[in-house]
């Protein structure tokens, strides 16, 4: 069953198109890649899903209901958060005050407590550093608090943005071992935007490719690990 669809999805920029008629699918519990080059319409995919870019076209499903044109809050409310790329942690707030904004959609208290246990459990350094600005810790924890904060709105579908940005190989390791963590344990659906092919399609079942705005090539990501093109120009194999 498809928990996310599009369906002919444009996305513009002024009169330029980021998303040229965008479709695909996600089924519940998979794993999923976008790659492509910069510019090629990943982000532009993310912000619309989320409700922060708005459709000049086509539209937009989770679990069967139409959210095209719903306020990236009411999203939120419904099960889809995003780990944003670049992070985007808020540097001068402690990484509680970060968690507790992952959590304004949660009313119950109870429920809102476990969610904290759970997310300590994933990620323990978070609670050693409860009291710190998230400006003052590494990229890596950083990132990590952007996990932290996404799982807080206990979503059903976690849009992960090119979480491998600017960090150091060991790290962004750790970081797609917590995802598939997240992945098993939480049992939330995943949409992985990344520029590292070769490292998408190892943690992804099926993966979509995009060149500027427009799906090119789709398919099981370790059949795509093996067609000649994708192995030339994406994973800089000869």
């Known amino acids: ?16 198109a980021a998303l040229q008629g965008i479709s695909l699918e ?3 519990g998979e794993s999923v890649a976008l790659l492509g080059a910069n510019g090629a319409g990943k982000s532009s995919i993310v ?13 937009i499903t989770f679990e069967g209901r139409k959210i095209s ?16 790329e670049g992070r985007l942690v ?17 009313r119950d208290k109870q429920k809102k407590m476990d969610l904290q246990e759970q997310v300590f459990t994933l990620l323990p350094r978070l609670k050693e550093r409860l009291r ?6 590494s990229g890596g924890e950083q990132q990590m ?12 579908l976690l849009l992960s943005d090119e979480v491998s940005m600017g960090l150091a190989p060991l790290v962004v390791r750790l970081l797609y071992e917590t995802l598939m963590q997240i992945k098993s344990e939480w049992g939330v659906t995943l949409l992985i935007v990344e520029q590292d092919a070769k490292l998408a399609l190892n943690m992804t079942s099926r993966a979509y490719i995009l060149e500027t705005g427009r799906i090119v090539t789709q ?12 192995r030339k120009v994406y994973l800089g194999e000869e």
Do not use: C
């Not at 808020?90 to 949660?106: D, H």
């Not at 608090?145 to 059903?156: D, I, T, W, Y």
């Not at 990501?221 to 093996?226: C, T």
């Open 47 to 59: 912000q619309a899903i989320s409700g922060i870019e708005p459709l000049a076209g086509g539209e």
């Open 26 to 28: 996600v089924e519940k």
């Open 90 to 106: 808020f540097p001068r707030m402690s990484v509680w005050e970060n968690l507790e904004l992952g959590a304004t959609t949660i």
């Open 219 to 230: 398919g099981g990501s370790a059949e795509l690990a093996q067609n000649d093109v994708v």
């Open 132 to 137: 710190q600005p998230a400006g003052t810790m």
């Open 145 to 156: 608090l952007a996990f932290g904060r996404a799982m807080m709105s206990n979503p059903k």
């Open 69 to 84: 044109g719903f306020p990236p809050h009411r999203i939120v409310e419904l099960g889809i958060a995003q780990i944003p």
């Open 1 to 16: 069953m498809a928990i996310l669809k599009l369906k002919d999805v444009v996305v513009k920029y002024g009169v330029a």
